[in-house]
């Protein structure tokens, strides 16, 4: 699956240091790696697309089918252990505009 070999190459470029001393409560340009970043912004824009497919669908028939082949997304990426991946598609179901 596509979803998970851009994660993994998305997550791969930052040294494992960086991650354990990122502070991603506080000011986001504060990381030292640009990979950090990417990381984030990677989540945020699978989060809001997951979100965002969901909204659009015309009917509530509708959006219950995506919400239910997004879910089935979730758990190939779970089998791929992409769990970044499987977290991005869950926060996307749980967002209150869902």
């Known amino acids: 699956m596509h979803w998970a070999h851009l994660d993994h190459r998305t ?4 040294p494992v240091r960086e991650l354990l ?4 409560d506080g000011d986001r340009f504060r990381h030292t790696n640009d990979g950090c970043l990417r990381c984030v912004d990677r989540f945020a824009a699978q989060t809001l697309w997951v979100a965002s497919e969901i909204v659009h669908a015309p ?4 959006r219950a089918a995506v919400w239910m082949r997004l ?3 979730a758990v190939v990426l779970e089998q791929l252990k992409d769990f ?5 598609v869950t926060t996307g179901l ?4 869902v």
Not at 84 to 88: E, L, M, S
């Open 84 to 88: 970044a991946g499987v977290a991005a």
């Open 59 to 62: 009917s509530p028939p509708a």
């Open 21 to 24: 001393l990122a502070d991603f």
């Open 94 to 97: 749980s967002m209150r505009a």
């Open 71 to 73: 879910l089935s997304v």
């Open 11 to 14: 997550y791969a470029v930052v």
